[in-house]
Antibody
């Protein structure tokens, strides 16, 4: 069955970096676009970034462009999100999601807390 | 950026009732509209895509309609697991924006 498992979250100080991973199984990872979506505590869903199935295209939300980098390793069936210059506004649960247009499968999320 | 606006923010209903949730896009998204349900403490789950196609495994009590800028999600005969947050999302243009959510609470 399709599985997406995020990892790499934690507590980090403002200005520091963190790299999230999303390890997948149960489908042909290299044929799907993949997204990151985040949800601040008690708030709604916010789309963060997308990467094409082959890594050829990437798009970012304005709030993270220039600070976050989405990437993938199709040989490892894994999606990444490198987050630099983190601010308190980046505190959220981060989900990876498989894209077929809509997001048909989501991971359970990894929590990122930015705090001094 | 396309702004998605859901209404109402909160809806108080009784189990077994029928409810309609609304979602409006600031510009046309054709039928590239999805609905998700997020139960407390859980991951969002795809309910409807293409504005009106139920996702795999979703029961027939969920139905979506609309196109362009106006969309609705109707849930007939509310079950206990339906008291949750509902989000619409357009995937017609980047960024793929979500609405702010509608919370269904038990009356």
């Amino acid at each position: 069955q399709v599985q997406l498992v995020e990892s790499g979250g934690g507590v980090v100080q403002p200005g520091r970096s963190l790299r999230l991973s999303c390890t997948t199984s149960g489908f042909t990872f290299s044929t799907y676009g993949m997204h990151w979506v985040r949800q601040a505590p008690g708030k709604g869903l916010k789309w963060v970034a997308v990467i094409w199935y082959d890594g050829s295209n990437k798009y970012y939300a304005d709030s993270v462009r220039g600070r976050f980098t989405i990437s993938r390793d199709n040989s490892k069936n894994t999606l990444y999100l490198q987050m630099n210059y983190l601010g308190v506004e980046d505190t959220a649960m981060y989900y990876c999601a498989r894209a077929v247009g809509p997001f048909d499968f989501w991971g359970q999320g990894t929590m990122v807390t930015v705090s001094s | 950026e396309i702004v998605m606006t859901q209404s109402p923010n909160t809806l108080s209903v009784s189990p077994g009732e029928r409810v309609t949730l609304s979602c409006r896009a600031s510009q046309s998204v054709s039928s590239n509209l999805a609905w998700y349900r997020q139960k407390p403490g859980q991951t969002p789950r795809l309910l409807v895509y293409g504005a009106s196609t139920r996702a795999t495994g979703m029961p027939a009590r969920f139905s979506g309609s609309g196109s362009g800028t106006e969309f609705t999600l109707t849930i007939t005969s509310l079950q206990s697991e339906d008291f949750a947050l509902y989000y619409c999302q357009q995937y017609d243009n980047w960024p793929h924006t979500f609405g702010q959510g509608t919370e269904l609470e038990i009356k």
